[in-house]
């Protein structure tokens, strides 16, 4: 009912793409309304990556999330998905301020996956290109988001729900 | 039955590796057509073309009909939905993440601001 209310005060989101640019590499693009160096600090702060990496709609609570963002720095993400934990963890490859940053994610058991994130800013706003590289094919069809295919059946429906949820604190 | 979505990955992913395929695919869009004339379209031999044909076949993006002494081939009923749900999935779990980094993104710009002017004063 109130469906125009909202809408004033929500500003136009930017459209997230996701490409499979080869049997194991998957790469999604966006652009923040932020210049990098604002951005990059809340891809590289624990305490902010934390509040936006596991989507609350994700029914994941983050138990811990430690990150030492510096070249050969590990980092690990635990989570707990309703009675069991998981984890996810791996090191800092490679760490540019404001304009790159290259990690591997060694849990699964075929091999590791390298994720390369670039920062391109342009007119204080920030182009978001994230490379996921996958060991194998098969890796990268199993991935994480296809394991919590009923966590996501959900997620239309909450994401619509969070455009409405203020929470300026 | 997820063994099954990996077989079936694999091979429609394997089948999409290749240019020619994914023209065919294309082609096939838009209307039926026999093995010959799209070998033909692709200057291809006859065998080239049924390799690839087979390919298609086998991972379901593609079936075909043979009737008197002609191959027709037209599209799988869910070439390629499939596929695409697979992609939604990341694009609805990359979309939620990169909303709540927005918010996070927000209040560093608008702690900025305060900040700043504290400092002017």
Redesign the interface.
Known sequence: MDERRESDATPT??H?????R??RE?V?T?T???PAR??F??WTKAE?FR????????GLTLLSCEMDVRVGGQYRLVFRHEDSTMEFFGTYLEVTPHSRLVWTNEEGDGGMTVTTVTFDENAGKTL?V?HDRYPS??AL???S??AM?EA?DQ??E??AS??SST?TK | M?QY??TH??AS??AL?DATRRGVLEQLGRADASISALAENFHMTLTGMKKHVGVLEEAGLVTTEKVGRVRTCKLGVCALQEEAA??E??????????????????K??RK?RVDGRKKRK
């Open positions: 989101k930017n997230t793409t996701v490409e499979r080869s049997e998957l999604v966006r923040v309304n932020a604002l951005v600090e809340a902010l509040r936006w990496w596991v989507p609350k709609s994700y978001l994230v094919k098969e069809d199993s991935g988001t296809a295919p996501l997620l239309d909450l994401l969070l455009g929470e | 997820v979505c990996q990955f694999d992913f394997g590796s697979w992609i999935r990341y694009r609805q779990l990359w979309g939620a993440r990169f909303d709540e980094l927005d918010k996070v993104v927000e560093l710009k900025e």
